[in-house]
C-alpha cells in the first residue's frame, strides 16, 4: 500500500457524535490498523468541513472514511471526483439509538470504525466494463404495444428493428371496431391503428420486418445476437435493448365447456363477436339472423382458480362497448350484461354510467351456471342475482367476455440462449412481469423489456403508455451499459463480478442462482459470464461455495475481515456480541428510521449493510462465531408471492442457505437458535427495537459462545 | 322464480316508469346504500335496492304487487343517500302512480287519472250532476232572505247524489283492493290472509304517524301530514255527525257557531288547510327534499286544497251574508267534494287504501312495517 492511498479517517462531531463518546479515543484507533491517526471535525458536511477535505484530498487524500453520517445521506457533498474513493461510516445513526457516554455505547462506536478502516482497506476502485455497443431496439411484435415502444424510441433518436409474425401490423387492435372511450366523453372512439402502421412502415429510423420471427437470441445489452426468420430467409443481426411486445391469446373458449364454449354455435368469444361487428351488421353465427338479444356473460373463465385467477381489466369495458354496438343496430334489442363485478375504473365509469342509462341494457351481479343451446338461440342460467335468486334467460347468442392470456405464456418469442431459459421468468400466471413497487417496467433479463399485454393483463390505452416506457427503459439500459454501469436497482454501479476461474468446482451455484441470468456455461459447466447483463446485487458472491466471485469495492474477504474486527469482549464481561447482516435496500433505511426516531436499539448489535442478502457468503457466519459473536440476525425483504426483495430472489436464497446451516453449527457443538432470519420492510422502524430485543433474550437464554475463549 | 320460466325484461315498461317520475332508475348500480338507511328494509328484503333492479328490467307484476312499494312512506332518504344519483324515493313514488292505473277498476277511471286530457271531463261529471240538481231543486234560483245551503240543495238532494257516490268508490275500492291483495299473495308465498294484530299494528301506526316520524330527509312533512290526516278525520265526522243531526235529532244546518259539531268541522277545515298548504309550499321550495311532484300528486293536492278552500268560504261568505258569492262557492266546493269522494280509488286519494292494505299484508305475514 503506497502512502497515497493510505485510508485516511475523519471524525465528525456534529449531530451529537461529539456529544455522546469519547472522540479522543476514537482517534486512535487507525492505528492498530497502521493507518494515521483520525482527524476530528465539529461540522464536515459544512462548507468549511467540506472545504477541509477538499483541502486533505488536495493534499493527497485518495481515500477516505468519513466517520459521521450514514452514506445514504450527503451523497453528493461527500464525492470528490472520481479519483476519490470514500467509504462513509454511519457513526451518528448508531449513536442516535444508544445511550450517550455509556461504556458500551464507546465499545460501539469503536467496532464501526474499525470495520469501516477495513472495508475501505480492502476496496479497490471498479474498473468500468466499456465496450463498443450497438443502441438499436429490437421490438418484437408490431401492435399497438410494439408500435408505439417503435415510434418512442424513434422520436428519442434511436434506431428501430421491429420483427412481427404477421404480414401486417396492427396486432389485436387492428380487428377492432371501435376502441375505448379514452377522451373522457364517454364514446368509444375509431382506432388510429391504420395511420400508425403507415407511420412505422415508412419511419426512416424503422427496420421492419413482416412475418417474421426472432430464431434466438445471445449476448447482452448492447451486444445482442439476434437471429430473425424472414421471408427471404434467416438474419444475424445487432441490438442494443429488446422490447417485448408480443401481446395477449383470449382464454380457449373450448375450456368453458359449462358456458357453451366449443359446443354452442351461438357461444363466441367478445373478441370473435368485435370481428364480427367490425366486418359489418352482427349476425349471430348459425344462421345469420341479426340478434334482437344477446347476454354477455362477464369473467368468462377469469378471476376463477380452475381457469384465469386474475382479472383481465379490459373485458368490461369491451362488453359495455359491444352493448353499444348491438343497440346502435337495433333500438329494440335487449342487451344482458351478467358480472361478478363491473370494474371499470377511473374515467371509463362515464361509459359505464352511460351504458347503464340506456333503456335495453340489463345487467345483474350473479354467477352463470350454465349457457346452454335452446331453439336455435342460448339459455342462460344464473344464480344468486341482484333480481333475487335464480333467473333464466333466453337470448339469440351469448358471448362470453374472456380474459388474457400472456402471448409469453408457454414462450415461443424470444427463444433466448440463456443458461435460465430462452424466455424472460414470469412473476405469476404466466405473465413476465415484476414488482409493481421494487421493480416498475423491469424484467429479470437486463435489457429485456416486457411491454402491453405480455407483462400483465391491460388495455390498448395502459399499453400504449407502457410501450412508451419500457422504450425509455430500453435507451436507458443501452446508455448505461455503454458507459459501464448497471440498471436499476443499483444503476451507476461499474463494479462487476470476477471469477477467480482456477477455482472453479463447475458446480453451477452461480449459473443458477444469478437473479438476471447473466452467467452462461460452457459445455463443462463453467461459468460464462455476461457483465452487461449483471445487475451487482452479488447473489453469485454469496453463492460460490468456493468463495471466488468479487467485485472490486464489494468481496467475501472484505466482509470477513469486517467480522474479524469487531472487538469481542470475554464472558466474565456479560457483553454478547450480535452481528447483523441487513440488506441496504430495505432494513438499512428502517435502522436510519429508527435512528432518525431516537429508538433504542441493544448497544451489542454490530450491522453491516449489503447489497443484497442473496449476496451474504455462508463463510461469514463461520466466521463470526469462529470470533466468539453470540448470535447472527440476517435482515432481508419478505419472500414469497408477495415477495419485496429488490432481487427478486435474494433473501429467498440467503434463507436456503440458512437451511445448510445446521450442520456448520452442529460441527461447531453451537445452537442453531443463535441465527435467525427476519425479514424487514423499510417502514419497521418501530419494529426494529421488539425484534432485536426478542433475539438478545434468545442469546442470553442459550448463554455465550464457547469459542470467545479461543478467539483472539 | 319458477325454474322453467324466462326471465322476460319490459323495455316499455322501463319507458313508461321514467315517463311516470322515475327517469333516474337506470342510474342506481346496485351498492345497497338505499338499503341500509332506508326503514323499510327488512333483513330478507333489500328495499329499495331490489325494487330498483326489477325496475331497470321493466319487471312490473313484481313491482305492482309488493307490499314494500306501498310501504315506502317517501320520505326521500334514499335519494339524498344513493351515490349514483338514482332516486330510488322518485322510482317508487312513479311505480305508485302506475299502481293507481294498474289496480284501477274500471281501469279506464285509472288510466284518466293519469292523464291531463282527461281532467276535464273528470271534472264535468260532477259538475253537470249538480248542475241538474240545482235546476231540478230551485231551477237554479238563489233563494232569498238567510243564507242556508240547504235551502238550495236540499239534503235529500245532495245525499241522493253523494251517496251512490260514496258507494260506487266503496265498491270500486273493494274491487281494486281485491286486485292489489290477490296479486300481492300471487308475488309473496306468505299466507296472505289478514290478522287482527296486523290491523290493529297497521291502524296504531297510522294514527300516530309512526313512519313520517322517522324521516329524516323530509321530516316536516310529518306536521303537514298529520294536519291534514286530523282535518279530514275531523270533517269526515262533521259530516256524519250532522247526518246524525238530521236524520235522529232533526236538528238542521246551519249549526250555530259554538255547536260542538260546528266546532269540530271548523277545526278540522283550518288543520287540513294549513296542513295542504304547509306541503304545498315545501314542494315549490324543497323538491330536493320533497322528491318529484307528478301530475298524479298536483291533481290530488290542489283539488284537496280546492275543496278545503272552497269549504271555508262557502263558511265565510254565509257569515258575511253575501249570497252572490256564497251559493256559487257552495256549488263548485260540491263539485270538488265530490271529484275527491267519487274517484277515490283513482287518484292519489287511495293511497290510503293501497298502503293500509299493504301495511296489513305485511303485518299479516310476519313482517313488521
Ligand atoms: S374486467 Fe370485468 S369481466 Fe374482465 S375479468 Fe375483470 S371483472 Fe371480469
Ligand atoms: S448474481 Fe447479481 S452480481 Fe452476480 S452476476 Fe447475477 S446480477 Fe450480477
Ligand atoms: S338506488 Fe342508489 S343507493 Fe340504492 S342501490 Fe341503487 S345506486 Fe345504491
Ligand atoms: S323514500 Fe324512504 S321509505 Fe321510501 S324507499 Fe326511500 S328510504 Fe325507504
Redesign the pocket.
Known sequence: MTQVNAPRVYICTGCDIGASVDVDKLCKIPAEFGVPQAKRHPFLCGEEGLQYLRKEVAEGAGRILIAACSGRVYADRFDFGKDVMVERTALREALWVSTPNDPDTQLLAEDYLKMGIVKLQKSEKPEPYIHQLDDTILVVGGGITGMTAALAATDAGKRVRLVEKEAVLGGFVRKLKRRFPIDGTGNPVETNIVAMAEEVKNHPAVALHLSSEVVSISGQPGEFDVRIKTPEGEIAVRAGAIVQATGFRPYDISKLGHLGGGTVDNVITSARFEEIAASGRIRRPSDSKEPSSVAFIQCAGSRDEKHLPYCSSFCCMTSLKQARYIREQNPDAKVYIFYRDMRTPGKYELFYKQMQDDDGVFMTKGDVVSVAGVDGGVEIVVNNTLLGGTIRVKADMAVLAVGMESAAKNGGALHLAYRQGPELPELNYGFPDSHFVCFPYETRRTGIYAAGAVRHPMDAAQSETDAAGAALKAIQCITLAAAGKSAHPRSGDTSYPDIAFERCTQCKRCTEECPYGMYDEDAKGTPQPNPLRCRRCGTCMGACPQRIISFKNYSVDMFSAMIKAIGVPGEEENRPRVLILACENDSMPAFEMAAKLRLKLSPHIRVIGLRCLGSMNMVWLNDAFAKGLDGVLLFGCKFGDEYQCHNMKGSELASERLSKLEETLGRMSLEPERVRFVPIAIDDAYALPGIIGDFMKVIERVGPNPFKEFAD | MNNTEYLEPDLAFVARLKRAGGESVK?????????AVCDVTQSDRPF??KE?IWAQWGLKEKLFYNPDVWLCHQCGD?ST????G?K?SDVLAAVRNLSFIEYAVPGFLGKMHSSPAALVALFALPAAVLLLAAIYANGLVMPEGEIVYSRFFPLAVIDSIFIPAALFALITSILSLKKLWSGMKRNSPGKGDPDAAAVFGAVKDILLHKKFAQCRTNRPRYTGHLLIFFGFLALFATTNLVMMYHYLLGRETPLALGDPVKLLGNAGALAAFAGVSYIIARRLAAPDETGKTSYQDWTFILTLYAAIITGILAESARLADIPAAAYPVYFTHLVFVFFLIAYLPFSKFAHMLYRTAAMIYAGSNGKNN
Open positions: 342510474k342506481c348500480f346496485q351498492c345497497a346504500t338505499c338499503v329499495p335496492r330498483m334514499c343517500h344513493c351515490p349514483r338514482a330510488p
